[in-house]
């Protein structure tokens, strides 16, 4: 499913978050799965996967028996973290306490479409940053492409 525009929303007294409706109406439980994987982010934020989504994501890593340290220790603390959310009749799931501890959010936060997941910000903090965000979206395009570039020459 691809994830595109903003929606401001609230997380409640008990945890929960409501998936905005129009990211609801695109959802297909036999293509993209019966729940969400969510996963605490530096920074604030939280990711939220599609079940699929994130199963297809794993299982396209370079897996193998013996990862080296640095691969073990992080898919130790990405996967570690990540956890399965399901939504109820209302379309709202339930956040983890300790994601909500590690990225300090609570009360108002938008949900970003960001490709192939949605993140939860916090409100005020991408408000704010929104003027500077749109400024530097060029130059970040031209970085992306290079990496891409570079990445592509080097296989």
């Not at 005020?124 to 003027?131: K, Q």
Request: aromatic share 10%; net charge neutral; hydrophobic share 40%.
């Amino acid at each position: 499913m691809l994830f595109i525009g903003t929606s401001e929303h609230s997380i409640d007294p008990k945890a929960r978050l409501a998936i905005p409706a129009k990211y609801r109406n695109q959802w297909d439980p036999n293509k993209d799965g019966t729940a969400w994987v969510v996963i605490p982010w530096p920074g604030g934020i939280l990711r939220l996967y599609t079940e699929s989504d994130f199963e297809k994501l794993a299982a396209a890593e370079h897996n193998t028996l013996t990862p080296s340290r640095g691969v073990a220790d992080f898919e130790a603390g990405f996967f570690g973290f990540a956890e399965r959310c399901e939504m109820d009749s209302a379309g709202r799931i339930t956040l983890p306490k300790k994601h909500l501890e590690f990225t300090k959010l609570k009360g108002d936060v938008v949900v970003v479409g960001a490709r192939n997941r949605l993140e939860v910000r916090d409100k005020a903090s991408w408000l704010a940053e929104e003027p500077g965000r749109f400024a530097l979206l060029g130059t970040l395009a031209d970085q992306v492409t290079a990496q891409r570039t570079a990445a592509a020459a080097g296989q």
